[in-house]
């Protein structure tokens, strides 16, 4: 198992720029898969990026394309999220994702196993 910590989250203004980082407890953090997934209010979980393992291979949402970067780091156990041009549409509350049944990456909450508490992020206009 895996545990899971958010941080980075909070107030910024439009255009403004967030780096979300991931924790990840144990040493077996590159056996791994890892997601970023987002949850604005009133609205159901929605994926934002994924990477593999090896940190190799990267796939985002169409409306973060561009902006966002995923990356991790094997030897510090963390995965990060860095997100520029924010947009007020971006709030959420952000999450971290795992999964070690996933050879490659993927976009559906429901292939991952374990999830981080949430980090909210809130763009103003």
């Known amino acids: 198992q895996v545990q899971l910590v958010e941080s980075g989250g909070g107030l910024v203004q439009a255009g403004g720029s967030l780096r979300l980082s991931c924790a990840a407890s144990?040493?077996?953090?590159?056996?791994?898969?890892m997601g970023w997934f987002r949850q604005a209010p009133g609205k159901e979980r929605e994926f934002v990026a994924a990477i593999n393992k090896s940190g190799g291979s990267t796939y985002y949402q169409d409306s973060v394309k561009g902006r966002f970067t995923i990356s991790r780091d094997n030897a510090k156990n963390t995965m990060y999220l860095q997100m520029n041009s924010l947009k007020p549409e971006d709030t959420a509350v952000y999450y971290c994702a795992a999964s070690a049944r996933v050879l490659g990456y993927s976009i559906s909450s429901n292939a991952y196993d374990y999830w981080g508490q949430g980090t909210q992020v809130t763009v103003s206009s």
């Open positions: 144990g040493r077996t953090f590159s056996r791994y898969a």
